[in-house]
């Protein structure tokens, strides 16, 4: 599949979180996924060591597996995730950024290519530092942004998700990737998209976050907009199941999630 008519400047504003309009019917390549690996190992990498490597989980079994631990992960997480905090986001589209996310949960399982970059350590300690975290997530996330890139350049549609990693030994087991000296960076799907065009997405302006030789110049003096997706919009994530976009066949799972303001979370039956 030849690359789409888009400048460089359009790529990089238009690659977005696409969850809603990931073609699940439509088989990828595997030559186009390893053209865009080509692409991606192109990124810099910390003193040009190359310590990435992806999984490409096309099996249906272990992609059904490996969904369910992302369900679990964010119904059952092992670890507190803080939801509060900044948040520049668009204060109109919460409602509209949970449905997406719900779609996701209710149909990864049929997302034709789950892609889950890994990046090699000698050990797990190497990230016991925020210097040693920057250095090892610094090695491998830009190649993972490049192959995002150069998916959406070629139709494909990606989504950065990291719910699995709750359960990151479960999903090494079942990807027989070496837990200890093996990280995993996040969990991927990838899909030929429902149409190509996307646009770029509400951000917030430039003279509001660039401080100038100091963090009080600039955008500290300006504050920051009002909260625009709550904890509890996205903790309704599982609570009811999204419409199919494309209009093919419907496939529901059960709802996670009870009704209210704060939830109990139940394990998902496997199917």
């Not at 670890?79 to 950024?97: A, E, F, N, Y």
Request: hydrophobic residues 35%.
């Amino acid at each position: 599949m030849p690359p789409l008519d888009l400048t460089a400047d359009e790529v990089l504003t238009t690659t977005r979180a696409v969850r809603g309009r990931l073609d699940l019917d439509r088989p990828v390549e595997r030559a186009l996924i390893e053209e865009c690996l080509r692409l991606a190992t192109q990124a810099p990498t910390g003193r040009n060591r190359q310590r990435w490597d992806f999984v490409l989980v096309t099996d249906p079994a272990k992609r059904a597996a490996l969904a369910d631990l992302y369900r679990l992960g964010l119904t059952r997480p092992r670890q507190q995730v803080v939801r509060d905090g900044v948040d520049r986001g668009d204060p109109g589209r919460g409602r509209r950024i949970t449905e997406s996310a719900q779609y996701l949960f209710d149909h990864l399982h049929e997302v034709p290519v789950l892609l889950v970059p890994c990046i090699r350590v000698q050990g797990r300690h190497e990230n016991a530092s925020h210097v040693g975290q920057a250095n090892t997530w610094g090695s491998v996330l830009p190649a993972v942004w490049q192959f995002m890139l150069a998916a959406r350049s070629r139709g494909l549609g990606t989504a950065w998700t990291t719910p699995h990693l709750h359960y990151e030994r479960e999903a090494a087991e079942l990807l027989s990737i070496p837990y200890e000296t093996v990280l995993q960076a996040a969990l991927i799907p990838v899909a030929h998209t429902i149409g190509t065009d996307f646009r770029p997405g509400p951000r917030t302006d430039v003279d509001k976050i660039a401080h100038w030789d100091g963090w009080q110049a600039g955008g500290a003096r300006e504050g920051l907009p009002a909260h625009s997706v709550s904890s509890a919009q996205l903790s309704s994530v599982g609570s009811s199941p999204a419409p199919r976009r494309s209009g093919r066949r419907e496939r529901t799972r059960p709802r996670p999630w009870g009704g209210g303001r704060r939830r109990t979370p139940v394990l998902l039956p496997r199917r």
